[in-house]
């Protein structure tokens, strides 16, 4: 604990935390033409957190709003929760290894594709590997277009939220 | 209020990077697609059950016009040249005669009020039932 606690940063971190939550929540309550297609809008939070504090940071952000998400939801430790969380951290990994790797390659919506399609076949996989049923690939064509889909919606999402957060350009440029 | 690209020194809205993955991954998906809709899900059979209980089970390369009866009445079904269809239905709605020709492993056409369904089978059974569209 060498640097004393930023209260601006924590007051946005906790702001952000709450509005993937919330998100998450109004999205649960949505209909689905599947039971794992969702917007993913809370996803459009975690990415800022991403894009403002870091991977560390938005990774609290994205447990934050799996776990109490899950527990307000009732899906706490079921395969749905599971599936969602494995999928969802993995696919967080993937935007801050690329934010962090090639930072100019790709835009927030891009991130935000990125992340879409990751968490899109991650969940794929985790469910396949639950059922035992190589027949879920099948759906994969479906899924990557809603990936990219969603994907692009909740980016666009994102970087107009960016830009009324009024940030330092410094910090995501 | 700022004006969204106003900002100096934010990113592009969408880079060169972006649309290359938005591209690439919709061509993954297009690609996965026809290739499922060639090879795997070529019919073989022509079902035609009622309240569950196949009435008709015979290849798809036949011609035959089919009448079963359901819950309303009289169901008229043809199969020819590869694919099948219902061709008249006792019921209101007349979902499943607009539902057309059904060509590939897992379409299917239901009456609901009669109670009838025509689905394709695949030479390999697939591992889930259909999709709905």
């Known amino acids: 604990m060498g640097k004393p606690i930023d209260t601006r940063r924590l007051t946005r971190l906790a702001m952000l935390a709450a509005l993937a939550l919330v998100l998450f929540l109004v999205e649960t309550a949505l209909p689905r033409p599947l039971p794992w297609m969702r917007l993913g809008l809370s996803n459009s939070a975690v990415l800022a957190a991403l894009l403002l504090f870091g991977a560390g940071p938005a990774l609290v952000v994205a447990c934050t709003k799996l776990l109490v998400g899950g527990l307000l939801s009732g899906s706490l430790g079921g395969p749905a929760f599971v599936i969602g969380s494995i999928a969802g951290i993995t696919s967080l990994v993937a935007m801050a290894l690329f934010w962090r790797l090639a930072p100019r390659l790709f835009s927030p919506v891009g991130l935000s594709v990125l992340g879409a399609v990751v968490h899109q076949c991650v969940q794929l996989m985790v469910a396949a590997t639950y059922l035992g049923h190589a027949g879920l690939y099948t759906l994969l064509p479906m899924f990557l277009v809603s990936g990219v889909l969603t994907g692009t919606l909740t980016g666009f999402a994102a970087y107009f939220a960016l830009q009324r957060l009024a940030v330092n350009s410094a910090s995501i440029a | ?133």
């Open chain 2, 1 to 133: 209020m700022e004006i969204a690209g106003s900002r100096p020194g934010w990113p592009p809205i969408v880079t060169v990077g972006d649309v290359i993955l938005i591209t690439a991954m919709l061509a993954v998906a297009g690609f996965l697609m026809l290739r499922d809709n060639s090879a795997s899900t070529a019919a073989a059979r022509v079902v035609v059950e009622v309240v569950g209980v196949s009435r008709y089970d015979g290849p798809i390369d036949s011609s035959a016009t089919i009448t079963v009866n359901g819950a309303l009445g009289a169901s008229v079904i043809r199969i020819e040249g590869g694919r099948a269809r219902i061709e008249f239905a006792p019921c209101q709605g007349q979902i499943c005669v607009l539902r057309g020709w059904l060509y590939s492993a897992g379409d299917m056409a239901a009456c609901v009020p009669n109670h009838v369904v025509v689905h394709m089978v695949g030479r390999q059974p697939r591992p889930y039932d259909g999709i709905t569209q």
